[in-house]
């Protein structure tokens, strides 16, 4: 092994060394190579900041001065010059005009301060008029003999000019010679002399009127103002400080203008040479003062005139001192490489092994104590990270499957321990081996170790041992229990309805188990019991509501025939006293059928079929209708019947009216039955803009505190007497309260004996807007007979409402056919046409909803338009008008029908007909509604 050892340790010296000596030779040319590019890189990137110093600083001066051009202060000024101008020479006009240039020229070098430069001048008609400079200002005065510089005395000639405060100052040929002529507007760079400036100029647009025309103003540049700021060395050398790169700004033919180390300044005639190499632009070698240096040069065009070179500098010695540098590293690490690679080889057996051996031991540990957290580091990512890799996996997978397998457990503990069915586990022997809590509290032992510490469980929970026998036998049979109804016994003795499930199973270590679940069916017996019983109550509802229903169609029938012929023969009898007998027989065939009425709503409220609707109707029409019924008898009794209606901003409201003019006409009804002398008054006002309150007050009987509740429930009344005198069934307030309940309003009473009752009913009615159409126009009581009459198809089994409607059609144009049954009906519908359908709901071998579902069949099958049919029915509540809009009827006529009754329908059905046939014909492309 040590032998091994050695060997390795002199091939990899030898390699090494052979390697170093190879890579030391390569090295030392690509460093230097290498630092050379990147000194050239480096100044480049200087020559390229320069150049964008230079164009930014032009930027700023620019755009600074483009600012102070068009600034309201500088145009003021300007234009109040070119206006003094232009009024003429006068001395006074002449000092104005020069004070307004000394206030300008001192704007202009404000900016000199934060703009660092070296002049301002100001520029009228291409003639220089005003020089500023940090510490000096000049005005240029137009004399006899040419053209004066004047220069303030003191501080106070900076004020305002004058001769006394104004000094002539000699002319600096310099300054004057670059003055000479205009400035080129924008920024530039100009060379004067030795000296590098950035200049710029911009003209200052004013306002004024023009003399072509007095009412408009032209725009002209009033004057030209200039900045100028010298390129000088400091700048340069500041440069030199963030780049560390040296910076001059050359001519063409090699002078030097700007420096950043003037001392270090080359020799025109070598610059000249580099300049003049046909590579110009790849790096250069340059002596300046005795050193060499790496040298950079590009052409500055932003330069008035001919163009500048800008030119960069490094120290040949500073490359040339990075390659060494970095050659002593190398030979440094090379020797420290040589020292690691020996010790790298002689612990290389130990290397390899230790992984091995440490992984071995981990294996180990997580073997000897089964802690399956625990990982085997991955040292490598060869064969043996490979090996440690596959032995963390399977731990893994086995960490987590024992962790689902806990959870599993917790879970399904969570389920057993809180489930609220009993659930249990014993042995073939009957032994409970495991009990949850709910199971315990059933049974009355509190917690599961009580109820698996009673012995004799078995014996207590079940009343009769057959039973348990019963059901032990029917789980061997069928090997299982579902849903199995039982009746079980707690610890206290008491008994309760359960129902059990249980399945055998076989157990590894247990052997034969019964497992299962207990249900406590108390509270789900009684709720079916309760249902039970509502069940019954609503069948026992819909048995009343039947009999109610039959109840009235078989006393409707007849009611039809006899009010039908008593109308008839009050007609045609003359005789006095027959007429008054022929009355009160109407008279009480009206009361009978108001009874009748009265118990049927009274039965739609209580099995909650009274349904109401929302429809616009109109307060002083209502109770002008519920007036008029009980004028005639108001009258006969001797009473002042009288209304005031307050409709108020909404005279249309928005509710059941007909529910409405029934409660009404009951209050005013009852008011003058109980009143023999003195009025009645039906009042209506609003209370609010969505509630309206009604009134009905009477000077009668009264009524005692102690009836005022009882008279609103069903069949009850003050007391018997009033009942024989007044005659009546309790009812009709009775109804009127469920009624105004369901409306969700109120009624209430005053009332004392002797002293007449006042009714007061609060309701919610909502303003609306009335209909736009004429429907609720009231019809005229007499109806004129239609010359034409209409053909109309009767079907009615009853001879005596065939003799009856006979006689009530007798002396009109109309045409009658009749028919006996549905089927009779459905055959004279098919052998010709018919304007109108009058159809008995009940008849034999066919009724009318059979009868009318058959002719619209038929009518879809032949094409044929579809004719008006109209039930007739002595059933009085919603659901016959249901079944009979579901046949296909029209409308709904209730039994029993007066004549009066009867030819008003009649007439207004015929006064539509006409108006349909009036319509003009519709288009011809118009699409059929048959098929």
Same mark, same amino acid.
């Given at each position: ?402 962790? =689902? %397998?806990?959870? *599993?457990?917790?879970?399904?503990? /969570? ?5 609220? !069915? &009993?659930?249990? +586990? ?71 309805? =359960? %129902?059990?499930? *249980?399945?055998?199973?076989?157990? /590894? ?5 019964? !497992? &299962?679940?207990? +249900? ?88 909650? !079929? ?322």
């Amino acid at each position: 092994m040590r032998s091994l050892q050695h060997k390795l340790l002199l091939v990899t010296l030898s390699t090494v060394f052979l390697v170093a000596l190879f890579a030391g030779a390569s090295a030392v040319w690509i460093t230097y190579v290498d630092h050379r590019d990147r000194a050239r890189e480096k100044l480049d990137s200087a020559l390229a900041l320069l150049v964008k110093e230079l164009s930014a600083s032009a930027r700023a001066l620019d755009t600074t001065l483009e600012a102070e051009a068009s600034t309201p202060e500088v145009r003021r000024m300007v234009t109040a010059l070119h206006n003094l101008t232009a009024q003429g020479e006068q001395a006074a006009t002449q000092e104005l005009a020069y004070t307004l240039r000394i206030r300008l020229i001192q704007h202009l070098r404000q900016t000199l301060q934060t703009q660092p430069g070296d002049l301002a001048a100001l520029w009228e008609d291409g003639r220089l008029s005003a020089i500023g400079r940090q510490h000096q200002i000049l005005l240029l005065k137009e004399e006899g003999n040419g053209l004066s510089v004047f220069t303030p005395r003191d501080d106070a000639g900076l004020v305002r000019f004058s001769d006394e405060l104004w000094r002539k100052a000699p002319a600096e040929q310099s300054l004057m010679a670059e003055m000479s002529s205009p400035p080129q507007i924008g920024a530039t760079a100009v060379r004067r002399e030795q000296q590098l400036y950035l200049q710029d100029a911009q003209p200052v647009r004013i306002q004024v009127e023009d003399p072509d025309n007095a009412y408009q103003l032209k725009t002209l540049p009033g004057a030209v103002i200039q900045y100028r700021r010298p390129i000088d060395n400091q700048r340069l050398h500041r440069f030199f400080e963030r780049t560390h790169v040296e910076i001059e700004i050359l001519t063409e033919d090699g002078v030097a203008l700007v420096s950043s180390h003037p001392q270090h300044a080359a020799s025109r005639q070598a610059i000249f040479a580099a300049l003049s190499r046909h590579n110009r632009a790849a790096m250069q070698s340059v002596t300046r003062a005795d050193v060499s240096y790496l040298a950079r040069f590009s052409s500055y065009s932003l330069i008035e005139g001919a163009p500048l070179t800008l030119a960069a500098y490094i120290p040949h010695a500073q490359v040339i001192a990075q390659t060494g540098h970095i050659l002593w590293l190398q030979g440094a690490g090379l020797g420290i490489g040589l020292l690691i690679t020996v010790l790298v080889t002689l612990w290389l057996g130990r290397f390899i092994t230790q992984p091995i051996i440490r992984m071995t031991e981990r294996m180990r540990a997580v073997a000897n104590t089964q802690d399956l957290s625990k990982r085997v580091a991955i040292e490598s990512t060869d064969e043996i990270g490979e090996l440690a890799r596959s032995f963390n996996e399977m731990t893994e997978r086995l960490q987590q499957a024992d962790f =689902a %397998m806990r959870l *599993a457990e917790q879970k399904y503990r /969570s389920i057993f321990e809180n489930s609220v !069915e &009993g659930i249990f +586990q014993i042995s073939s022997s009957g032994v409970l081996i495991t009990a949850n809590p709910a199971l315990a509290q059933m049974l009355g032992y509190g917690a599961p170790r009580n109820l698996i510490a009673s012995e004799d469980w078995m014996k207590r929970v079940f009343p009769r041992q057959s039973e348990r026998k019963r059901l032990m036998l029917r789980l061997m049979r069928n090997h299982a229990i579902i849903n199995y109804d039982i009746t079980l016994r707690r610890r206290d003795g008491s008994t309760f309805a =359960a %129902m059990v499930n *249980a399945y055998p199973v076989v157990t /590894s270590g247990k052997g034969r188990l019964i !497992e &299962g679940a207990v +249900q406590d069916m108390t509270e789900r017996r009684q709720q079916e019991r309760a249902e039970q019983a509502r069940h019954a109550a609503e069948q026992a509802n819909a048995a009343k509501t039947q009999f109610l229903a039959a109840m009235s169609h078989e006393i409707r029938t007849p009611m039809n025939v006899i009010m039908g012929i008593s109308e008839l023969l009050l007609e045609q009898e003359s005789d006095a006293a027959k007429r008054d007998y022929l009355a009160t027989s109407v008279s009480a065939g009206e009361g009978l059928l108001s009874l009748i009425n009265d118990i049927l709503d009274l039965s739609k409220i209580e099995a909650g !079929e009274m349904t109401l609707g929302q429809e616009p109707f109109e307060l002083n029409a209502l109770m002008a209708d519920v007036t008029r019924i009980f004028q005639q008898k108001a009258t006969q009794k001797g009473l002042e019947l009288s209304a005031v209606c307050d409709v108020g901003p909404a005279p249309w409201r928005l509710g059941d009216a007909s529910r409405l003019r029934q409660v009404l006409i009951n209050l005013v009804g009852n008011a003058i039955k109980f009143t023999q002398k003195g009025s009645v008054r039906l009042r209506g006002a609003p209370l609010s803009p969505t509630h309206y309150g009604f009134e009905v007050a009477d000077s009668g009987i009264g009524v005692a505190p102690k009836h005022q509740q009882s008279i609103f429930q069903p069949f009850s009344q003050a007391d018997s007497g009033i009942s024989r005198q007044y005659g009546g069934t309790g009812l009709g307030l009775s109804i009127c309260k469920r009624l105004i309940e369901r409306m969700e309003g109120e009624i209430t009473l005053e009332s004392a004996p002797g002293r007449g009752s006042l009714f007061r009913v609060e309701l919610p009615l909502p303003p609306t807007s009335a209909p736009t159409t004429a429907a609720h126009e009231a019809q005229t009581d007499e109806q004129t007979p239609a010359a034409n009459g209409l053909k109309i198809l009767i079907a009615e089994d009853s001879e005596d409402n065939i003799m009856l409607l006979k006689a009530y059609l007798s002396k009109t144009p109309h045409s009658l056919t009749f028919a006996r049954n549905g089927e009779e009906a459905v055959k004279q519908y098919a052998l010709r046409r018919f304007d109108l359908v009058l159809m008995d709901v009940q008849m034999p071998r066919m009724d009318g909803y059979a009868a009318t579902r058959h002719i619209r069949q038929w009518e879809r099958r032949n094409g044929r338009a579809r004719a008006p049919i109209w039930a007739l029915s002595a059933h009085a509540f919603d659901d016959a008008h249901r079944h009979s809009e579901e046949a296909g009827c029209d409308g709904h006529l209730t039994k029993p029908i007066r004549k009066k009754e009867l030819l008003a329908f009649l007439e207004r059905f015929h006064s539509a007909q006409h108006a349909a046939d009036d319509a003009p014909e519709p288009p011809a492309s118009q699409p059929s509604v048959f098929p």
